[in-house]
């Protein structure tokens, strides 16, 4: 995972919302794109495609691995969260992440 240089213009609101993004995704992403205000945001916008994108990749292979691990007892789904988590916390010091694949296919998309 590489970073791009830190942005002097990233106020600390935008970290926090970029945080609670990748922790609380796919809910937190949706709201931030309702907010008028924070959806134009350059870093905001980075990160929360990044993060939406990552939330439903997380229910979808979390839920997957979780029913044929059935006696993991979710662990799988909590393991994927807390990768997200660790990029949440990257996002608060104000970096941007590379989440592999992710990430370009939300910047060829024009989401990013």
């Keep these: 995972m590489s970073e791009q240089s830190i942005n002097p213009e990233v106020t600390s609101d935008d970290k926090l919302w970029a945080l609670l993004a990748y922790a609380l995704s796919p809910i937190v992403p949706i709201i931030i794109m309702l907010m008028e205000d924070k959806k134009n945001r350059p870093f905001l916008r980075a990160h929360n495609a990044q993060a939406l994108a990552w939330g439903l990749v997380n229910v979808v292979i979390g ?33 941007y992440v590379n989440i592999p694949f992710i990430t370009d296919f939300c910047k060829k998309q024009g989401w990013a």
């Design 63 to 95: 839920s997957i691995l979780t029913t044929l691990l059935f006696f993991c007892f979710g662990a799988p789904s909590l393991i994927i969260w807390g990768v997200g988590v660790f990029w949440g916390i990257k996002a608060y010091k104000g970096e």
